[in-house]
């Protein structure tokens, strides 16, 4: 049973960078495209980033264009969110989830398989 761990959350101040990971246990990411959703209490479960299950192809929100990226080592059973130039509003459950799709939207009734999620919270 495929299972995913999200870690790298904290705290964090304005301007700053966290790197999140997504680990994998039970079986490898080689056949799953992954996405990373974000969600504020009281609001809809968002799409962040998701990568091609070779990693060839990526897609961000608008709005975290140029400030994210996402990557993947599929030896690892790995994927990452590289975040910077964090904003406050950036502040939310970060979660990954996979899909045995290869290609990759972020569209969350793509993902059946989610990961518990991690705290990104960014104040000064």
């Known amino acids: 049973q495929l299972q995913l761990v999200e870690s790298g959350g904290g705290l964090v101040q304005p301007g700053g960078s966290l790197r999140l990971s997504c680990a994998a246990s039970g079986f490898t990411l080689d056949n799953y495209a992954i996405g990373w959703f974000r969600q504020v209490p009281g609001l809809a479960r968002e799409g962040v980033s998701c990568i091609s299950s070779s990693g060839g192809t990526t897609h961000y929100a608008g709005s975290m264009m140029g400030r994210f990226t996402i990557s993947r080592d599929n030896a690892k059973s790995t994927v990452y969110l590289q975040m910077n130039s964090l904003k406050p509003e950036d502040t939310a459950v970060y979660y990954c989830?996979?899909?045995?799709?290869?290609?990759?939207?972020?569209?969350?009734?793509?993902?059946?398989?989610w990961g518990q999620g991690t705290q990104v919270t960014v104040s000064s």
């Open positions: 989830a996979a899909t045995t799709q290869r290609l990759c939207h972020l569209i969350r009734e793509q993902y059946r398989t």
